[in-house]
Antibody, heavy 122, light 111 residues
Framework: QVQLVQSGAEVKKPGASVKVSCKAS????????IHWVRQAPGQRLEWMGR????????KYTDIFQGRVTITRDTSATTVYMELSSLRSEDTAVYYC???????????????WGQGTLVTVSS | QSVLTQPPSVSGAPGQRVTISCTGS?????????VHWYQQFPGTVPKLLIY???IRPSGVPDRFSGSKSGTSASLAISGLQAEDEADYYC???????????FGTGTKVTVL
């Protein structure tokens, strides 16, 4: 069965970086994209970016202004999301999700990791 | 970043039908991009409920249905049950920003 297993919770100081991993199994890793979505406490879901696991092509939302980097290791079937220059507003649960491309209108997210809480505090 | 607008909350008695609206713009839903819906219980992972605006994945009860028209979409829950009490989010693609956008979220309360 499809599984996405993320790394554990992190506590970071402002200005630091965090790298969260997402280990995929149960499907052909290079046939799908992996997206990162975050959710601050009590807030809505927010899309951060994606990587096409086959081509290594990436796309990020502009709001992070170059602070987010998504990479993948095909041999380990793992995707990584690194967020730099952390600030308190980055405190959130970070999810990876498998992107399924539908009918030329974009992706939906059919399987999700369990989430990783990143806390940014001095 | 564009967002999709949802009502903060909807409520209904068991057995009733409730609908959740998702209002976008000409750069996302109005541009023809499909809408997808997720259900999230407090402290848990979002679960795909509807994709392609109206298609239910295997295992999702047929009480849940989706539709799309113009710049808006809707999720309907018929025969409301206590177990449906959760947060619901719509999601689509925005062609202007070339990114994916989520709705503001709707909390469904079963009275």
């Amino acid at each position: 069965q499809v599984q996405l297993v993320q790394s554990g919770a992190e506590v970071k100081k402002p200005g630091a970086s965090v790298k969260v991993s997402c280990k995929a199994s149960g499907y052909t890793f290079t046939s799908f994209s992996i997206h990162w979505v975050r959710q601050a406490p009590g807030q809505r879901l927010e899309w951060m970016g994606r990587i096409d696991a086959g081509s290594d092509n990436t796309k990020y939302t502009d709001i992070f202004q170059g602070r987010v980097t998504i990479t993948r290791d095909t041999s380990a079937t793992t995707v990584y999301m690194e967020l730099s220059s952390l600030r308190s507003e980055d405190t959130a649960v970070y999810y990876c999700a498998r992107g399924n491309y539908y009918d030329s209108t974009g992706y939906y997210f059919d399987y999700w990791g369990q989430g990783t809480l990143v806390t940014v505090s001095s | 970043q564009s967002v999709l607008t949802q009502p903060p909350s909807v409520s209904g008695a068991p057995g009733q039908r409730v609908t959740i609206s998702c209002t976008g713009s000409s750069s996302n839903i109005g541009a023809g991009y499909d809408v997808h819906w997720y259900q999230q219980f407090p402290g848990t992972v979002p679960k795909l409920l509807i994709y392609g605006s109206r298609i239910r994945p295997s295992g999702v009860p047929d009480r849940f249905s989706g539709s799309k028209s113009g710049t808006s979409a809707s999720l309907a829950i018929s025969g409301l049950q206590a177990e449906d009490e959760a947060d619901y989010y719509c999601q689509s693609h925005d062609g202007l920003s070339a990114s994916y956008v989520f709705g503001t979220g709707t909390k469904v309360t079963v009275l």
